[in-house]
């Protein structure tokens, strides 16, 4: 089963309007991972945040994170039609490099 | 550096057929990873490697499936018999610490 879980599984929004996703998670984590896909692409690493921080900023990208209740979401603000795709977020299992992924989120964002 | 390179991106074989793909991870990564992504199941973990060494297949379906690192820039999963069912993405990433790196996928379709 999947340990991350993303919400909603579909989110559309006008170019400049601010996109939420939310993702829990069932287990203890050291780290929680932002990912995006773009159609018929690879993953692509936005952002880190550690279980000790609770919110992290990137450019137009800002990540909270709340392990008392196994919750983090992604804000993107301003949004742009380039943002278009899907949203994962992952959580690693163990110290290792192991990851496991939500079912993401798709956003789209009309011109 | 290239990123991580997949081959083939295509492939369409018949059921009961041996499938190869390929993986070349990005050089002086440690870790890398095979992942499978339908719409039905998402993004799961197949197997990964640390140095090389297969540390967790648990996420293999069955024996059809193996996977071989026998050096550190090239990494193939098989897939043999083939069956319609195993029609999906195959991503291969790769990693140095927590942000994994991903190829752009292989589509096999199994007819």
């Known amino acids: 089963s999947q340990q991350g879980e993303e919400d909603p599984q579909a989110l559309s929004i006008q170019e400049g309007e601010n996109a939420t996703m939310n993702c829990s998670y069932k287990t203890s984590i050291n780290n929680l991972q932002w990912y995006r896909q773009n159609s018929g692409r690879g993953l692509v690493h936005l952002i880190l945040i550690r279980s000790n921080e609770r919110e992290k900023h990137s450019g137009r990208l800002r990540v909270t994170l709340d392990t008392s209740k196994k919750s983090s979401s992604l804000l993107i603000t301003a949004s742009r039609a380039a943002d278009t795709a899907s949203y994962f977020c992952?959580?690693?299992?163990?110290?290792?490099?192991?990851?496991?992924f939500g079912g993401g989120t798709r956003l789209m964002v009309k011109p | 550096d290239a990123g991580v390179i997949q081959s083939p991106r295509h492939e369409v074989t018949e059921m009961g057929q041996e499938v190869t793909l390929r993986c070349k991870p990005i050089?002086?990564?440690?870790?890398l990873f095979w992942y499978r992504q339908t719409m039905m199941r998402g993004l799961e973990l197949l197997i990964y490697f640390n140095n090389n060494v297969p540390i967790d297949d648990s996420g293999m379906p069955e024996d059809r499936f193996s996977a071989k690192m026998p050096n550190a820039s090239f990494s193939t999963l098989k897939i043999q018999p083939s069956e319609p069912r195993d029609s999906a993405v195959y991503f291969c990433?790769?990693?140095?610490?927590?942000?994994?790196?991903f190829g752009p996928g292989t589509r096999l379709t199994v007819t």
């Open positions: 992952a959580t690693d299992r163990n110290a290792g490099n192991m990851l496991t």
């Open positions: 050089s002086g990564h440690d870790y």
């Open positions: 990433a790769s990693s140095n610490k927590y942000e994994q790196y």
